[in-house]
């Protein structure tokens, strides 16, 4: 199973990215999916998570600015991120839960993509 994201990029602040995370290989089910974030020194976050039947988490820092979306026949997430702030500059891991046998479940990571705010 591999979790393949992009999207990431250098952004104004107030300006908008959306990033997209692709999962591929072979599996039954995909539950949870979701972002994280890392910023320089700091300890990697959650941002936000949707399961299977669309149902939505956020951390208070991103509510209002940040939407997680997925779409289940194509087994990907999306993360649009408007209104930006300096201090969403970080490296964005997507995450699953990933059901690849019948008692079988794993969480995976993506190789991370940076997001940047600046002006």
């Known amino acids: 199973v591999q979790l393949v994201e992009s999207g990431g990029g250098l952004v104004q602040p107030g300006g908008s990215l959306k990033l997209s995370c692709v999962a591929s290989?072979?599996?039954?089910?995909?539950?949870?999916m979701g972002w994280y974030r890392q910023a320089p020194g700091k300890q990697r976050e959650l941002v936000t998570t949707?399961?299977?039947?669309?149902?939505?988490n956020y951390a208070d820092a991103v509510k209002g600015r940040f939407t997680i979306s997925r779409d289940n026949a194509k087994n990907t997430v999306y993360l649009q991120m408007n209104s930006l702030k300096p201090e969403d500059t970080a490296v964005y891991y997507c995450?699953?839960?990933?059901?690849?046998?019948?008692?079988?479940?794993?969480?995976?990571w993506g190789q991370g993509t940076q997001v940047t705010v600046s002006s």
């Open positions: 995450n699953a839960i990933i059901r690849t046998g019948l008692i079988i479940e794993d969480a995976y």
């Open positions: 290989g072979s599996f039954l089910r995909i539950n949870v």
């Open positions: 949707i399961t299977s039947a669309g149902t939505t």
